[in-house]
T-cell receptor, first 115, second 116 residues
Framework: NAGVTQTPKFQVLKTGQSMTLQCAQD?????MSWYRQDPGMGLRLIHY???????DQGEVPNGYNVSRSTTEDFPLRLLSAAPSQTSVYFC??????????????FGPGTRLTVL | AQKVTQAQTEISVVEKEDVTLDCVYE???????LFWYKQPPSGELVFLIR??????QNEISGRYSWNFQKSTSSFNFTITASQVVDSAVYFC?????????????FGKGTTLSVSS
């Protein structure tokens, strides 16, 4: 298993450009999430999904869209990039067990710079 | 509201010293989960431990140990005989019941530097 993969690893955008950060997992996990990490802020939840076709907002959803058409993929879209979206983005996945939801495992991250 | 506080922003120790990273949490839920993750200089997030709110038993894994105390809302992490490879940012995180797989509340992290 490749686990959670994210592409690209690095990206530079100009203000106003759009792009999609890709996240895929091959573990058949039901749950997937996107977080952003800013210096001194820890990680903050952007959006999450509990299954194909189901998404919900986290703490900082503004400026981002998500969709989940398959179990494997959970792309994060920036429709009009702003310098405030300069950050490191992490995707995570997890699954449910008889004891409840399992631990989240994270992808390697995408470092995004918006000029 | 849920909150995780890691009051220590940076800690520097010399190899072989013991070091404790503090984590204090706030939640109104009676069932919740606590986590520690490690982020080495390479940037990935590595899961270290998960603890359920109804299990206050302390955990030891090699040089790592965790002390969970509901009475003080703390979940502290101790590294015994620290090594240079322990240098990383350590995050404590909290989730409500039913959200451990989707929504974690992270502390701001503690940067640990271990020198030889």
């Amino acid at each position: 298993n490749a686990g959670v993969t994210q592409t690209p690893k690095f990206q530079v955008l100009k203000t106003g450009q759009s792009m999609t950060l890709q996240c895929a997992q091959d573990m058949n996990h039901e749950y997937m999430s996107w977080y952003r990490q800013d210096p001194g802020m820890g990680l903050r939840l952007i959006h999450y999904s509990v299954g194909a076709g189901i998404t919900d907002q986290g703490e900082v959803p503004n400026g981002y869209n998500v969709s989940r058409s398959t179990t494997e993929d959970f792309p994060l879209r920036l429709l009009s990039a702003a310098p405030s979206q300069t950050s490191v983005y992490f995707c995570a996945s997890s699954y449910s067990t008889s004891l409840g939801e399992d631990t989240q495992y994270f992808g390697p991250g995408t470092r995004l710079t918006v000029l | 509201a849920q909150k995780v506080t890691q009051a220590q922003t940076e800690i520097s120790v010399v190899e072989k010293e013991d070091v404790t990273l503090d984590c204090v949490y706030e939640t109104r839920d009676t069932t919740y989960y606590l986590f520690w993750y490690k982020q080495p200089p390479s940037g990935e997030l590595v899961f270290l431990i998960r603890r359920n709110s109804f299990d206050e038993q302390n955990e030891i894994s090699g040089r790592y140990s965790w002390n969970f105390q509901k009475s003080t809302s703390s979940f502290n992490f101790t590294i015994t005989a620290s090594q240079v490879v322990d240098s990383a940012v350590y995050f404590c995180a909290l989730s409500e019941a039913g959200q451990a797989g989707t929504a974690l509340i992270f502390g701001k992290g503690t940067t640990l530097s271990v020198s030889s």
